[in-house]
């Protein structure tokens, strides 16, 4: 599980005025063991500067976050043994083969030669990579790359599995399977958190949802709780998201 307690960040804008932007604002948030939670929000919310400051990619102006009870602040280097994230552009390491980059992840995290060798060939033969391992990560598609990154992200096996936009990209067999190994890792009590702008994702598989507007979070709760708060008859959840991200706070 994680704890996000009164997290904001200000951006300063490279311009002559030097205007500042309040990217996320006092952001409170949970999400536990065993659940998959949906981060939703329009371009530009603060969903993915959230995410950053969870990964310890940014620093956080003010408050807390902790996963599994471990500052991401205060002792960085053991939090993040405690999840792996995917980001949204699957762009690095191109010079290195992918079995090359799959092994120096499991490097990083210390994992064993025999759990290695079984996680990669169980998800590279699920994602359909088996095959492709020893070309260069240059020469794959972007689809190609995101799987990649998936596998490389799940053979940590990580007790908190952080995705920001992880359906960009893929292709619908490729995203039914990504969406089929969230529910697995939740049900095995790992927590699944990940952003999406893809409505229908969000209805089918998550436990709970949470939707940020301009930096603030206007809801947290299930797809029910959101349809019994701020739904009316025949509204879709595509309805009742655009409303509220529309309406709220205004």
């Known amino acids: 599980m994680f704890e996000i307690k009164n997290v904001s960040k ?6 002559k005025d030097s205007k500042t932007v309040k990217a996320v604002n006092n952001l409170s948030l949970t999400v536990n063991n ?5 981060f939703l929000g329009p371009n530009g919310a603060g969903k993915t500067t959230t995410i950053r400051m969870l990964t310890g990619i940014l620093e956080a102006d003010e408050g807390q976050l902790s996963l599994d009870g471990i500052s991401i602040k205060d002792n960085p280097i053991l939090a993040k043994r405690h999840f792996s994230f995917v980001p949204d552009n699957p762009e690095t390491f191109s010079r290195l083969k992918a079995i090359e980059y799959l092994n120096f992840i499991c490097d990083v995290y210390k994992i064993s030669n025999e759990d290695r060798l079984a996680r990669i060939e169980q998800y590279c033969e699920r994602f ?15 689809g190609m790359k995101q ?16 995705l920001d936009e992880p359906m960009v990209g893929l292709d619908p067999e490729a995203a039914f399977l990504a969406k089929e190994i969230m529910r ?56 009742i998201f655009i409303k509220l991200v529309q309406t709220s706070g205004e």
């Open 184 to 239: 697995e890792r939740a049900q095995n009590g790992k927590t699944v958190f990940f952003s999406t702008h893809v409505m229908e994702v969000a209805e089918k598989i998550c436990d709970r949802i949470g939707i940020i507007k301009q930096g603030e979070l206007v809801f947290v709760g299930t797809i029910e709780e959101l349809k019994k708060e701020h739904g009316s008859k025949g509204n879709s959840l595509e309805d």
């Open 147 to 162: 799987k990649l990154f998936l596998i490389a992200s799940l053979i940590t096996d990580p007790q908190n599995w952080i």
């Open 10 to 15: 200000t951006y300063t804008a490279k311009k």
């Open 34 to 38: 065993g659940e998959i939670f949906g």
């Open 128 to 142: 359909g990579l088996k095959n492709v391992l020893n070309n260069k990560i240059s020469s794959y598609s972007h």
